[in-house]
């Protein structure tokens, strides 16, 4: 089984900055991508940043130079942890945050491949 779990949502006022983090756990064999989406009231969900485990990392453009992703890349282990530390934020940013994996996991017989989703942390900036 594997469980996402959120934290680090909040409200802030412009121009202030929020660390979200994730922690993955379950029978980790490797975990190929970990990242953040968000979406915001009456839009579709949108990618904010992700890492693979190669050191490939991607941001939208909408974040670079104020967001900053960061991730443990532990193989063979029980839990991986994805953090995103945002600067400088503005009221546009305000979105439910979701954590995202893809990743290989040990089951009974077999590694199985699969992509998850956390439940979503909220984030809101406003004055």
């Known amino acids: 089984q594997v469980q996402l779990v959120e934290s680090g949502g909040g409200t802030v006022q412009p121009g202030e900055s929020l660390t979200l983090s994730c922690v993955v756990s379950?029978?980790?064999?490797?975990?190929?991508?970990m990242g953040w989406y968000r979406q915001a009231p009456g839009k579709e969900r949108e990618l904010v940043a992700t890492?693979?485990?190669?050191?490939?990392?991607?941001?939208?453009?909408s974040v670079k130079g104020r967001f900053s992703i960061s991730r443990d890349n532990a193989k063979h282990t029980a839990k991986n942890t994805v953090n995103l530390q945002m600067n400088t934020l503005k009221p546009e940013d305000t979105a439910v945050y979701y954590c995202?994996?893809?990743?290989?996991?040990?089951?009974?017989?077999?590694?199985?491949?699969?992509?998850?989703w956390g439940p979503g942390t909220l984030v809101t900036v406003s004055s």
């Open positions: 890492s693979n485990s190669d050191g490939t990392i991607n941001y939208a453009d």
């Open positions: 995202y994996t893809m990743g290989t996991y040990y089951a009974i017989t077999h590694l199985e491949s699969r992509e998850d």
């Open positions: 379950g029978k980790i064999f490797e975990i190929h991508v």
